[in-house]
Nanobody, 125 residues
């Protein structure tokens, strides 16, 4: 499984960005795809995840109401719409995936088996 993330950039606080993750290879309907971020000097942090089959989602409290994760099953693609961006959202955002997860695992970033290369998001104040 290969994951290709894109869409990062430099924006001012309050603006929006949409990240895209395209998956290729053996993608089953049991896949959970997520976004995990890492700010400089900090540990990786779960952001959001979605079940490829039924669309179940989970969000970190820090992004609820501002970020929306969605998927296009036909395109094996997951999106992260980020609105009302804040400087503290600045990080490298990684797309990650795992074949089969229970809901309680979605937010555990170390549980994901497949990782993309990351895309930089910088929010200026």
């Amino acid at each position: 499984v290969q994951l290709q993330a894109s869409g990062g950039g430099l924006v001012q606080a309050g603006n929006s960005l949409r990240l895209t993750c395209v998956a290729s290879g053996s993608i089953s309907n049991r896949f959970v795809m997520g976004w995990i971020r890492q700010a400089p000097g900090k540990e990786r942090e779960f952001v959001a995840a979605i079940n490829r089959s039924d669309g179940t989602t989970r969000y970190a409290d820090s992004v609820k109401g501002r970020f929306t994760i969605s998927r296009d099953k036909a395109k094996n693609t997951v999106y992260l719409q980020m609105n009302s961006l804040k400087p503290e959202d600045t990080a490298v955002y990684y797309c990650a995936a795992k074949n089969g997860m229970i809901l309680s695992e979605y937010a555990r970033w170390s549980a994901y088996d497949y990782w993309g290369q990351g895309t930089q998001v910088t929010v200026s104040s």
